[in-house]
């Protein structure tokens, strides 16, 4: 096999175009003001310890009448959700009628050292549910997991069945052990009582190293290498810079939630062995009759596809709808595709199911 050949002058072109991007790009960074997220207006109508309960304001008419609430992942910030006016899952889904609800767990600090699943389900969760009830004068609620979000959707549902009216997943592990799971092999390792029990909290920015290490050429050489083509104009370096805060953006992790979290679902596997308690009481997806609508990304590499199909058949709902996204695990969220996608099926999914 014949190798191309570049000339000097070729590779003298070529790194000249580069440092010349790299110059444009770091002026145009510099041009930037201060970098902005979440400007969907909002009202806080409910706190507790760190966290915040938020309704999103709407000027539409409202096509559904029961409450969507989004239940986001321990790990990451929620305003991925709403990084810039244009590109909002969150305004997409206000702007199409639905009554939105979400919830800030905030950052967790030492004095939360000690919270477990039965103070984040039967305590934070159950009451924002409550107190979305009562704002909404619903009945029941919609309610919307991401990711770790979802697991936590999926068990409070399983406990709490006469709450929910419709359940919502989004690229949410079910299956931990599926082959193809390089973020639960590599949880598998860890000998997480000695972690817990060294650090009490558990690091954002160790579980951020943690992910970048499972594609570590695209994640960090390839990201900044490209960064200079990306920041070509004023937009584009915004949209970067907002990604990057929200990458970066990763709170500490409550010491006996993460312990608890990892051994029931990464070492245990939980939902697949009908393992899950919540304290002391058991878990059963079987519990869930509602219509359910599972969300994933087929180029997803945290949650693989096979992870989350593997939630068709474990509850007891007669009406089960899967969605494949062409996505990655955040660009089922942000990816110019999935916006014209992923919030009107959403939309139109729940509004079918508001009788």
């Not at 990306?230 to 929200?246: D, G, I, V, Y």
């Not at 010491?255 to 899950?276: A, D, K, L, P, Y």
Request: charged share 15%; hydrophobic share 35%; net charge negative.
């Amino acid at each position: 096999m014949t190798r191309p050949v570049f000339t000097a002058q070729q590779l003298f072109t070529e790194i000249s175009q580069f440092n010349q991007q790299l110059t444009d790009s770091y002026r145009t960074l510099q041009s930037l003001p201060e970098c902005t997220v979440g400007p969907s207006p909002k009202d806080c109508i409910h706190t507790e310890d760190k966290l915040q309960l938020y309704k999103y304001r709407s000027e539409v008419k409202q096509s559904c009448q029961t409450p969507l609430l989004i239940c986001y992942a321990l790990v990451n910030r929620p305003y991925m959700l709403d990084l810039d006016k244009q590109g909002s899952f969150i305004t997409r889904l206000t702007d199409s009628g639905i009554p939105v609800y979400l919830i800030d767990w905030g950052y967790p600090d030492a004095a939360d050292r000690y919270l477990d699943m039965d103070d984040y389900i039967n305590g934070y969760l159950h009451n924002c549910v409550e107190q979305v009830k009562h704002h909404s004068g619903q009945p029941k609620i919609n309610l919307l997991g991401i990711c770790q979000g979802g697991c936590l959707s999926l068990t409070y549902t399983s406990l709490f069945p006469d709450n929910i009216k419709n359940l919502i997943t989004m690229v949410t592990p079910i299956d931990f052990h599926t082959p193809d799971n390089m973020l639960s092999h590599l949880i598998q390792q860890i000998n997480v009582d000695l972690m817990v029990d060294t650090l009490g909290n558990i690091p954002g920015q160790m579980l951020n190293d943690a992910y970048a290490a499972l594609m570590p050429m695209r994640l960090s050489l390839q990201k900044y290498l490209n960064m200079p083509a990306q920041c070509s104009t004023e937009q584009q370096a915004a949209n970067f810079l907002r990604m990057e805060k929200w990458i970066n953006d990763s709170p500490d992790q409550a010491g006996e939630m993460f312990r608890e979290f990892v051994t029931q679902f990464f070492h245990n596997n939980g939902f697949i062995n009908n393992s899950v308690q919540v304290s002391n009481q058991p878990v059963s997806l079987k519990q869930i009759r509602q219509p359910i609508l599972n969300v994933f990304g087929r180029y997803d590499h945290l949650v693989p596809p096979a992870a989350s199909k593997a939630l068709n058949g474990l509850t007891a709902s007669d009406d089960y709808q899967a969605l494949e996204i062409k996505s990655g695990h955040i660009g089922v969220f942000v990816s110019q595709k999935s916006q014209q996608t992923v919030a009107p099926a959403i939309s139109q999914w729940l509004t079918a199911r508001d009788q």
